[in-house]
């Protein structure tokens, strides 16, 4: 029988980190034609504008913005198998190692923090960077992923986004 409704006498801790990095609401990747609704196109009256449209657009549609990016990457590295390969192994360690763990990093019983993940994951990208063959292509990859992300945040109205504005702002991290 099922005690539903009672209230437990023994309580479970919590957990020590709660990751909010991707589980937050202005993280879910939205649906791709309410990012290429035409209906919501129109250029900003003034760089300000511009700039709250850029960070709230930014916000709402982050994983979206990081998959066309991923995308153009992978597509200027289909000539270079080995670079894609590695490429992709990075990705997945980022993936696995900062962006979708909800607890602390453990190594032989021992927390590793935040910061270090980070400095490891980076000294990792770049390192991997340096020894293929094509870093020149990813580099510029990335540029025109970032620009292209950039004009579309710029163009997009954000009068009808279901995320209230002033905490897409906030949490917008890449122009904070």
């Known amino acids: 029988m099922k ?8 309580s479970s801790p919590a957990p020590a980190v709660s990751n909010q ?3 937050d609401l202005s993280s879910e990747r939205r649906p791709w034609k309410e990012i290429f609704d035409y209906n ?4 900003p009256h003034n760089l300000n504008d511009a700039i709250e449209r850029i960070e709230t657009n930014m916000a709402y549609f982050r994983k979206n913005y990081a998959e066309i990016v991923y995308l153009i ?3 200027s590295l289909l000539w270079h198998p080995f670079s894609l390969a590695a490429f ?3 990705v997945t360690a980022w993936n696995i190692l900062y962006f979708r763990r909800d607890e602390p990093l453990l190594v032989l019983n021992r927390r590793i923090e935040d910061w270090c993940v980070l400095l490891f994951l980076g000294t990792l990208t770049i390192l991997m960077l340096f020894l293929i063959d094509a870093t020149e292509n990813i580099l510029i990859s990335l540029a025109i992923g970032l620009v292209l ?5 710029a163009v997009r109205n954000t ?5 209230d504005q002033e905490a897409a ?3 917008a991290p890449f122009l904070a």
């Not at 992300?149 to 945040?153: D, R, S, Y």
């Open 88 to 90: 992709t192994i990075s």
């Open 169 to 171: 702002a906030g949490s």
């Open 21 to 23: 990095r991707w589980n």
């Open 40 to 43: 919501s196109i129109g250029f």
């Open 149 to 153: 992300v950039m004009i579309h945040g």
């Open 3 to 10: 005690n539903y409704g009672t209230i437990p006498t023994t």
């Open 73 to 75: 990457v992978v597509l």
């Open 159 to 163: 009068e009808n986004l279901s995320l």
